[in-house]
């Protein structure tokens, strides 16, 4: 089975409805009008809505503010993602509404990971120059 979401260039029109859907999404997490019970959404923090050619699916990179409980998260708005999606029809209008994957968005760790690593190597050239 092929991904929709495999690396591959997307289309303007789903740039640009993933962008809307990430601006409403974020709002209403903001406002909390999505009413999950026992979960406070405006600490949740949508970093990218990736759309698949249809429209009719978006995945949702979502973070947690400080990074803490990002599987926690990420349960509880795919638990009650049906209440998520009823907020967020009555701020879009368009031809269908998309169902919702949560997803953890790592891209923070790794970009760390990534300038560790960078730093590391860094350090290791200065250490050598000072040794020649």
Same mark, same amino acid.
């Given at each position: 089975?092929? +991904?929709?979401?495999? @690396? ?17 999404l &974020?709002?209403?997490?903001?406002? @909390? ?6 979960? +406070?959404?405006? =600490?949740?923090?949508?970093?990218e ?5 249809? =429209? ?6 979502v973070?947690?503010?400080? &990074? ?8 509880i708005?795919t638990?009650?993602s ?14 269908? =509404?998309?169902? =919702?994957?949560?997803?953890?968005? @790592? ?13 590391? @190597? ?11």
């Amino acid at each position: 089975m092929v +991904n929709e979401f495999s @690396n591959r260039t997307f289309s303007q029109r789903q740039l640009r409805v993933g962008e809307l859907v990430k601006q409403n999404l &974020g709002e209403l997490f903001i406002r @909390n009008e999505a009413k999950i019970p026992s979960f +406070n959404s405006k =600490l949740t923090t949508v970093t990218e809505v990736r759309m698949t050619a249809d =429209l009719k699916t978006a995945r949702v990179y979502v973070i947690p503010l400080g &990074g803490v409980d990002t599987k926690e998260t990420v349960k509880i708005l795919t638990e009650y993602s049906h209440l998520v999606r009823k907020a967020l029809s009555k701020r879009l209008d368009i031809k269908f =509404l998309p169902k =919702l994957t949560f997803v953890e968005d @790592n891209s923070f760790e790794y970009a760390e990971k990534i300038e560790k690593i960078i730093k590391k @190597n860094r350090d290791n050239d200065k250490e050598k120059k000072r040794y020649n």
